[in-house]
């Protein structure tokens, strides 16, 4: 196990990559993937971010329900092994991640907009000005 820290992904891709690596899969896990993206972007490996989806159902497939690392480790060899075609992990452009951004604005501004037509809080899921309330 090594810290979620670029330093310490960065030493250990350097050192996989006098051992011959040439190709990472990482199970995307909320977000804590993007550091060793990020790095084997800058590093030159390739890279693959499994989903979430895809993994828990190779696993279920496998047999295997325990979540320690070394199972997931074992999995995703055997998912990278068995899994043909899958595509190189690309650092998205700024105007995508920008346009992502908006898109998730939208929906939020959407979601509190429909929230408030229908007179409920979305904090409290409980109904405004509701007589019963009284």
């Known amino acids: 196990m090594i ?9 250990l891709l350097s050192a996989r990559r006098k051992g011959g690596t040439s190709f990472i899969i990482c199970k995307a896990t909320g977000g804590y993937e993007r550091h060793v993206l990020h790095c084997c972007v800058e590093l030159n490996p390739s890279v693959h971010r499994a989903h979430r989806t895809r993994t ?3 696993a279920k497939y496998l047999s295997l329900s325990a979540k320690a690392g070394a199972v997931d480790a074992r999995m995703l060899a055997l998912f990278d092994v068995q899994s043909e075609g899958l595509r190189r992990w690309q650092k998205l452009n ?28 979305i904090h409290t899921s409980k ?8």
């Open 3 to 11: 810290p979620n820290m670029v330093s310490a992904i960065k030493r």
């Open 56 to 58: 828990r159902s190779f």
């Open 94 to 121: 700024q105007a995508t991640v920008e346009l992502r951004g908006l898109r998730r604005r939208h929906n939020d501004l959407a979601q509190m907009s429909g929230s408030e037509q229908t007179g409920w809080n």
């Open 127 to 134: 109904r405004l000005n509701d007589p019963r309330d009284a």
